[in-house]
């Protein structure tokens, strides 16, 4: 079974702080992983997945395959980076569905 | 238009009512799923379609939930004889094809609360 983890619900970093989101998974074969973000009063969107080694908004993320791991950082944070934060993992199901984490509610102070 | 589309945005209905909830997808997107998301938690997956076929349904919680996708455009989410543990956000979302890796968009959900 394919099951993902985000052990903080809420996370308040001051502006300009470095900003760590942990995510751990558990599936038996090669997942992909992402991160989506939902920002107030907008939809859920993504944020960045593994495969595309990118930096969005100045955030990254590297999948750790030994630790299980898609942890999710920025540096220096902004208050527009105030959102809710899912890891989502997509496993080879036959389809791409997705598992998501509770998430992580993310405040940053002025 | 640009995005997924959801309606009704919020539905109010009483334990034992029927309820149907639509999705417009990102015209052309082959793969259209449906989530569930209750509150303090992340979405849950109900069901699959890839074109006007469903091909999974095993997230749906119980046999008063069904799905359809008729013409492989447009899907329709009804819940039967609603109670009050169907009260959450349900959300659409669709991808251009079938690859694992593509993104999902996602609607800005319909919003159910069951009296």
């Known amino acids: 079974a394919q099951r993902v983890t985000q052990p903080e619900k809420l996370l308040s970093v001051f502006k300009g702080a470095p900003v760590e989101l942990k995510c751990n998974y558990s599936?038996?074969?090669?997942?992909?992983l992402f991160w989506y973000v939902q920002y107030s009063r907008q939809r859920l969107q993504l944020l960045l997945r593994?495969?595309s080694r990118e930096s969005i908004k100045g955030f990254t993320a590297d999948l750790n395959k030994g630790e299980t791991s898609f942890h999710l950082k920025k540096p220096f944070a902004q208050e527009e980076d105030s959102a809710m934060y899912y890891c989502a993992l997509s496993g080879r199901f036959g389809n791409n569905r997705l598992a998501f984490g509770k998430g992580n509610q993310v405040v940053v102070i002025p | 238009g640009a995005g997924v589309s959801q309606s009704p945005r919020y539905k109010v209905a009483k334990r034992g009512q029927d309820v149907a909830l639509r999705c417009d997808p990102i015209?052309?997107?082959?793969?259209l799923f449906w989530y569930q998301q209750a509150l303090g938690q992340g979405p849950e997956f109900l069901t699959y379609?890839?074109?006007?076929?469903?091909?999974?349904k095993s997230g749906l919680p119980s046999d008063r939930f069904f799905a359809e996708r008729p013409e492989g455009s447009v899907s329709t989410l009804k819940i039967q004889r609603t109670q009050q543990e169907d009260s959450a956000v349900y959300l659409c979302?669709?991808?251009?094809?079938?690859?694992?890796?593509?993104?999902?968009?996602f609607g800005d959900g319909t919003r159910l609360s069951i009296l």
């Open positions: 599936y038996s074969g090669s997942p992909e």
């Open positions: 015209s052309g997107h082959v793969s």
């Open positions: 379609f890839q074109n006007e076929a469903q091909l999974d």
């Open positions: 979302a669709s991808s251009p094809g079938t690859v694992q890796n593509q993104p999902q968009h």
């Open positions: 593994h495969i």
